[in-house]
């Protein structure tokens, strides 16, 4: 039952923070709405929700439109009039990254000062819109986001980088698309709501400076080519004067509707932050300590009761398996609350697809632990190999959603039941 009520949460938090009410408020907006009719409406949609977020402004924009849309392979759920629509890699980019974008600069060509870019972010765009600098290609810019996801650089480092080895990132988007308006839409994925790290800021001045860009480098001991450090070297903007941005998701408002939907089920409900950014099994290994805090003193909260974590874990790869933070996450957590009744640990990626497996995250409870040792694995030994896939599909508990045409961090939840 603690399991069925942790999936019924999760899918409902997920349907709470869709893009299409996001959306349709963001078009309300005076600054969007006093500039209809002026000139040309260029639709630009990037990220893991392009497409939902796109369809939706179709739907209330109707015809007439035109632009393009780049989003993640298999997160593409048909036409949509006017738009281009395009699937490419991520999180590192490929070829079709390169064709996605040039297509969606192409649309934003001679536009003028009457002219309006609508412009929606989500999640995932850094890899998802990419036409690397003068100097940089396609390999070095795979190579250098490979060597940063495998180091354990948090999303800030990795899209300090990107922007300053790209001619569309950190607020250069927006001067291709000058004299004309950007109305930037965004879904945010990162902790804070930065806009110049959303997507790495596409058109957001960016507060990242080549000095910082330089320092990641040697703080990870990346293996960077001679003339990517020169590039490096180059400033990105740091002022615009044609962009409105509006922010209309985030994982704070995929934490309040796990809270909602829980206390709705007789559980009360805690959110212990919504800025959670730890090694995930560190994170894994405090939720179960959580839980076992819960049961013998009834802090922070009494049994039935919900502990909410909002944020974006990292992961440093040690091994060669098969996995996601959400994963590693739950198989921690696994060990932690070995044993123990009555409790459940579930750790989801809000867009249905967690690292690059088919997976959302992981649910465990007390017997997964016992379940995996009776089968000869040690969830030490899998998390050394980062292989969490592998293992919690023994244990049948994967987590599997399927693309939800969303993205805002991941939400990681206790849920504790009567005894």
Known sequence: MLKDDMREILDGAIKAVLPENAVKEALSNPAFTSRKGKGKLIVCSIGKAAWRMAKAASDILGSGITGAVVTKYDHSMGDIAGLEIFEAGHPVPDTNTINGT?????????LTADDTVLFLVSGGGSALFEFPAEGVTLEDMQDITHQLLSCGADIVEINTIRKHLSSVKGGRFAELCAPAHVFMVVLSDVLGDRLDSIASGPAAPDTSTSEEALAIIKKYSLKVKPELMAVLSRETPKTLTNVTATITGSVTELCRAVSELAQKKGYSPVILTTTLTCEAREAGSFMAGVAREVLTSGNPAKVPCAIIAGGETVVHLTGKGLGGRNQELALA?????????????????SDGTDGPTDAAGGIVDGKTAGILKEKGISIPDVLRNNDAYNALKQADALLMTGPTGTNVNDVSVVLIGQH
């Open 102 to 110: 040039k297509a969606l600069l192409s649309h934003v060509k001679g």
């Open 333 to 349: 957590a696994a060990e932690g609350i070995a044993g123990l009744d009555g409790v459940v640990v579930a750790s989801l990626g």
